[in-house]
C-alpha cells in the first residue's frame, strides 16, 4: 500500500486481556514510531525504531506495554492485562529516517477501548 | 513528560478572522514541525523549520521560528472552516519525534 496501514481500526475488550496491535509502514522506511493520543489530546511517544532495535523505549507506560518490529518492517504493540485507562487512538507512523528533516507520515490509528 | 507547550489549548473563532497559536520550550530544538491533525485521521505535516528567525509561508499559513530556536508560531490569516482540526507541533532530531500538547481549532461558518 502508499501509506501506513494499522490494524485493527477498532478494537474493545475486556479489562485484563491482552491486546496486539499492528502497524505496516511505508516500504522503505526505517524509522517507526509509536503515540498513543487520549481523547483528541497531544501524542505521547510511546517508542521508537529504527530498523529492528528500539533505541528508546522511554515512553512506554508501564511493562504491560511491549512492541517489536520484525525484517524492519512491520511492528507490533502489545498490551498485556488490559485497563480502562489505556483506552485511547494508537497512532503509528514511519520515516525514512530520524533525519531532523524528514516527515513523519501516520496512519489512521487504532481505537482501543477496554470495557 | 511533555516539553512542548502549545497555547491556546482551545481556539473557536469565526471565520474570516485571524489567529495565532504558539509552541515553546525551555530547550532549544535543532529543528521543529508543526502537523495538522483531522478528526479519525493521523497528523499530517504542514512544514518544518530549521533556521533560527526562519519563516515560513503556506498559503494562509505563516510558521516562525524563533531567533533561539526555542519557540516557534504559526499564525492564520482569514481563517476558514477547513482549517478546523488539531494543529501540533513537534521537535525533530536525531532520533524520536516528540509532539507538543496541540491546539484544537475550530473555525464557524
Known amino acids: 500500500g502508499a501509506g501506513v496501514s494499522q490494524s485493527p481500526s477498532n478494537k474493545v475488550t475486556e479489562k485484563g486481556k491482552d491486546v496486539e496491535l499492528r502497524c505496516d509502514p511505508i516500504?522503505?522506511?526505517?524509522?517507526l514510531y509509536w503515540y498513543r493520543q487520549s481523547l483528541g489530546q497531544g501524542l505521547e511517544f510511546l517508542i521508537y525504531?529504527?530498523?529492528?532495535?528500539?533505541?528508546?523505549k522511554s515512553g512506554l507506560p508501564s511493562d504491560r506495554f511491549s512492541a517489536e518490529r520484525t525484517g524492519g518492517s512491520v511492528s507490533t504493540l502489545t498490551i498485556q492485562r488490559t485497563q480502562q485507562e489505556d483506552s485511547a487512538v494508537y497512532l503509528c507512523?514511519?520515516?525514512?529516517?530520524?533525519?531532523?528533516?524528514?516527515?513523519?507520515?501516520f496512519g489512521q490509528g487504532t481505537r482501543l477501548t477496554v470495557v | 513528560t511533555q516539553l512542548l507547550e502549545q497555547s491556546p489549548q482551545f481556539l473557536s473563532i469565526q471565520e474570516g478572522e485571524n489567529l495565532t497559536v504558539y509552541c515553546n520550550s525551555s530547550?532549544?530544538?535543532?529543528?521543529l514541525q508543526w502537523y495538522r491533525q483531522e478528526p479519525g485521521e493521523g497528523p499530517v505535516l504542514l512544514v518544518t523549520?530549521?533556521?533560527?528567525?526562519e519563516v515560513k509561508k503556506l498559503k494562509r499559513l505563516t510558521f516562525q521560528f524563533g531567533d533561539a530556536r526555542k519557540d516557534s508560531s504559526l499564525h492564520i490569516t482569514a481563517a476558514q472552516p477547513g482549517d478546523t482540526g488539531l494543529y501540533l507541533c513537534?521537535?525533530?532530531?536525531?532520533?524520536?519525534?516528540?509532539f507538543g500538547t496541540g491546539t484544537r481549532l475550530q473555525v464557524f461558518p
Open positions: 507512523a514511519s520515516s525514512l529516517g530520524p533525519s531532523s528533516l524528514t516527515e513523519a507520515f
Open positions: 516500504s522503505g522506511h526505517t524509522a
Open positions: 525504531f529504527q530498523g529492528n532495535s528500539a533505541p528508546d
Open positions: 530547550s532549544v530544538f535543532s529543528s
Open positions: 523549520v530549521v533556521t533560527g528567525g
Open positions: 513537534a521537535r525533530s532530531g536525531t532520533d524520536k519525534l516528540i
